[in-house]
């Protein structure tokens, strides 16, 4: 497993794959406080829930963001729908 996706000025940044197994790995939890360290930086990860239409069913995403700012988002995240989106009133009809 590569630990290492891309060079930056500030050194090198691990994928979102590589942080979320180590998130897991140390025992991370679903709820906060949801900080970890990968190698010499602390990372926070941020949890999305992103509900269904019916609002029955939910899915998740998670970004992270280390402590010298460094942001890595998913790369994959849930479609939008008119219940988690904010251009269609978040599905309650119209304004």
Known sequence: MSYIT???NDGLIPTWRTLEDAFWAQGGKPRPPTTFALGHLKWTRNAHRYPSNSGKTAKWSSSF??????IVEDPNPPLRNRRNDPDRNWGLGRE
Do not use: Y
């Not at 963001?65 to 460094?70: A, L, R, V, Y």
């Open 6 to 8: 891309f060079m930056t």
């Open 65 to 70: 963001t280390s402590e010298d700012g460094h």
